[in-house]
């Protein structure tokens, strides 16, 4: 007999008919008459539940089925009886593929989020890690799926380079010296190393991404990026994934229509398409879960120049409010909490921050006439802080290298990029969004380490 999907059997209006389905056992109570089996397939939030009569198996056999065991069961498909859901199956037989002693460490309910990371090669058989990645997977078509529509091509770009696309200097090398012998030697010879240079992990795929905008017109990446910052905060992985698209001619009030219109999108597709899933998380992690998601896709993102948000906080401040770390004015750069007291106290809705201090953001981007500012277009969100980095893009091949040269970089590393502006150069802009920083304002989780299957993070890299 062909398995079915709980999903589907839930769905099921084929009632008294026989069925067969395959699954992780989520609870088991007993009675004297009757057992009951709660049983999930990870097809769905949802369990459907069995109804064994003791007598079918060995009394044995029946007890060993505790929390976590996995199980195949055939019965008939029957209207429930009983309250919360409208179909059960009633046990004919039930195959026992593995038991699960009862030091399972997912067998309690409510175990801590930190607990649970200790064992996150198990935890994604917990409802709400279920929850989570389910939704997670609807983000990711949801992008792939908003971007085809919308006429980008989804472009690969390299993960080991040998340029900082961010001059932040936060990389991960890659080699394959043996580094105990350069010890030894007191050097490291990279001509001897396996690209015969020094190279790292991508911190972003921008820069390529541009060269791919400059010929397709339209691109976006989507994959994983590695920084080495060592930032403990609920908002920070050392390997994060990101959605990166890249448009020629497009401008400065272009590329926050397109920054809106696609976060909006990406929510309205989970209010859509992850019901279930949101549902559970409303209840169990955050209260106001739907509520947020419904006001976000409602009203207009406010745009702010950074020079207004700094006002505001000057005054915010002036006024009472403390910051854990005071503002000191023009030329700061933002923190978490700063961002934050704009979205969620200030305006009460997400906020596109514009034209930001030069020193404050990368190389890249396009220099605004007043010479002290640049065309960045973040988007703050509430509860996340920073969700999208954008820019507009230095096209003026002279004024680019004039910046890369104030920042002591070293433009031989960057001659293909510089190439861009040097042959047909044209106006173009695009930005960056953290996908964990969507998961996490879709799900409602706190901390990001939850919301990818397996965190890197300072001093963790289990599994
Ligand atoms: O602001 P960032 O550093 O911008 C860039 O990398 C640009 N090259 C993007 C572009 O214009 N194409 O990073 C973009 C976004 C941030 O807004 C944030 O959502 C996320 O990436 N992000 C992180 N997410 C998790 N962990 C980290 N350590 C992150 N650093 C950035
Ligand atoms: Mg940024």
Same mark, same amino acid.
Not at 108 to 137: D, W
Not at 333 to 348: G, I, N, P, Q, W
């Given at each position: ?293 419904? #006001? =976000?896709?409602? $009203? @207009?993102?406010?745009? /702010? ?9 000057? &005054? !915010? ?73 954008? #820019? =507009?893009?230095? $096209? @003026?091949?002279?004024? /680019? ?9 070293? &433009? !031989? ?51």
């Amino acid at each position: 007999m062909k398995r079915t999907k709980v999903v589907d059997a839930l769905r099921s209006t084929d009632v008294n008919k026989d069925i067969l389905v395959k699954g992780w056992v989520r609870s088991h109570r007993s009675s004297k008459a009757v057992d009951f089996i709660a049983l999930n397939d990870g097809s769905t939030i949802k369990n459907i539940q069995l109804v064994v009569d003791p007598s079918t198996m060995s009394e044995e056999d029946l007890k060993s089925i505790t929390t976590g065991a996995c199980i195949a069961c055939e019965g008939v498909l029957v209207e429930s009886q009983g309250k919360g859901q409208s179909v059960e199956i009633q046990s004919k037989n039930i195959t026992i593929y593995g038991l699960c002693p009862n030091d399972y460490p997912m067998q309690k309910k409510g175990q801590s989020f930190e607990y649970m990371r200790k064992y996150a090669h198990l935890r994604l058989r917990t409802n709400t890690f279920g929850a989570v990645f389910r939704i997670r997977h609807n983000m990711a078509i949801a992008i792939h799926k908003y971007f085809h529509d919308h006429g980008f091509y989804y472009f690969n770009t390299p993960l080991i380079t040998a340029s900082d696309a961010e001059g932040a200097g936060q990389m991960f090398q890659v080699t394959t010296l043996d580094l105990d012998r350069c010890a030894k030697e007191g050097k490291v010879d990279y001509d001897a190393d396996f690209f015969g240079r020094k190279t790292n992990l991508t911190v972003s795929g921008q820069l390529e991404g541009e060269l791919g905008a400059t010929a397709l017109g339209a691109i976006y990446t989507f994959g994983p990026t590695f920084r080495a910052e060592n930032s403990n905060t609920p908002r920070h992985l050392a390997e994060f994934w990101m959605i990166e698209p890249e448009i020629a001619f497009m401008d400065k009030d272009e590329l926050m229509d397109l920054e809106e219109d696609f976060i909006k999108y990406c929510v309205r597709w989970a209010l859509e398409n992850c019901q279930d899933d949101l549902a559970f998380l409303n209840k169990m992690i955050d209260k106001h879960l739907l509520e947020t998601l419904q #006001s =976000v896709i409602k $009203e @207009d993102f406010v745009r /702010l120049p950074y020079t207004e948000g700094i006002k505001i906080l000057e &005054e !915010a401040q002036k006024n009472g409010h403390k910051f854990e770390f005071p503002v000191t004015g023009w030329g700061m750069d933002l923190a978490s909490e700063h961002e934050r007291y704009l979205v969620e106290e200030h305006f009460k809705r997400p906020v596109i921050m514009t034209d930001y201090p030069t020193e404050i953001k990368a190389f890249y981007m396009k220099k605004n006439p007043d010479g002290k500012t640049m065309q960045g277009t973040d988007v703050l969100f509430p509860r996340i802080g920073e969700i999208i980095g954008g #820019s =507009v893009r230095e $096209e @003026d091949y002279g004024k /680019l290298t004039a910046e890369m040269e104030r920042r002591g970089m070293d &433009e !031989a590393n960057y001659k293909w990029y510089l190439d861009t502006r040097k042959y047909g150069s044209c106006p173009h802009a695009g930005f960056g969004l953290g996908f964990e920083r969507l998961i996490l304002f879709v799900t409602g989780m706190q901390n990001i380490r939850d919301v990818i299957p397996f965190p890197r993070t300072p001093k963790n890299a289990e599994f």
